[in-house]
């Protein structure tokens, strides 16, 4: 067999094919995945800090736990 049998379209100048367009596709389909991952990722640690520091907050006014104030927490 001869290597241009072996060969895609794109290694002989036909950058338009299906299989470039499918190859376009497929990278910015994995840089969104990646960006999108990442976003979460930041996302739930904004998150958990906001609601770390929330609770910090109701600690130091004195309203951690609506059971805890009314005395009818089991201990």
Not at 58 to 64: F, K, T, Y
Request: hydrophobic share 50%; aromatic share 6%; net charge positive.
């Amino acid at each position: 067999m001869r290597m241009a049998q072996l060969a895609c379209g794109v290694c002989f100048g036909n950058s338009d094919s299906a299989m470039a367009h499918g190859a376009r596709l497929s990278v910015l389909f994995l840089l969104v995945l990646t960006y999108l991952v990442i976003g979460g990722g930041v996302a739930a640690f904004f998150h958990a800090r906001s609601r770390a520091r929330a609770g910090n907050h109701r600690a130091q006014m004195g309203s951690l736990d609506p059971m805890e104030r009314s005395g009818s927490a089991d201990a």
